[in-house]
């Protein structure tokens, strides 16, 4: 299928199977659907996540999938050192994956995330 075709596939599926909820990014009210946070910048596809081109540019990459009126949404995204992402309603326990991997446990409270540039040494000989 590919990974352009069955990250559409896997965004229908969340959105149908999903509510929207309420969280608070660096402070920013806002109503989503779903909350990026990936190490690196993520070359777009469509505004979707889908490949870095390098592995050491030393940000992170955020993306919002914003909740409007009826059926509308918008992408917001931006880059940042570190992020602070807060669930204002903690009884909405939206599920959430750590390195592309679905977790069992659902997002509750405070997440913040930070980029240690330099913290991860890869040799190669």
Same mark, same amino acid.
């Given at each position: ?43 777009? %596809? ?6 870095? $081109?390098?592995?050491? #540019? =030393?940000?992170?990459? &955020?993306?919002? /999938? ?6 509308r949404m ?8 570190e992020v602070?992402?807060? %669930? ?6 939206? $599920?959430?994956?750590? #390195? =592309?991997?679905?977790? &069992?446990?659902? /997002? ?16 190669a000989g």
């Open positions: 299928m590919g990974k352009p075709l069955g990250a559409v596939f896997a965004a229908r599926r969340v959105l149908r199977e999903s509510t929207p909820f309420t969280v608070s990014v660096n402070g920013e009210a806002a109503r989503v659907w779903s909350v990026f946070v990936g190490v690196n910048d993520y070359r777009t %596809l469509e505004q979707g996540p889908l490949w870095r $081109g390098r592995l050491d #540019d =030393g940000t992170l990459d &955020v993306r919002l /999938l914003h909740a409007g009126g009826g059926s918008s992408v917001q995204s931006f880059h940042a050192d602070r992402i807060a %669930l204002h309603d903690r009884s909405a326990k939206p $599920g959430f994956a750590c #390195d =592309g991997e679905a977790s &069992v446990e659902q /997002l509750a409270g405070v997440v913040e995330v930070a980029m240690r540039r330099g913290g991860l040494r890869v040799y």
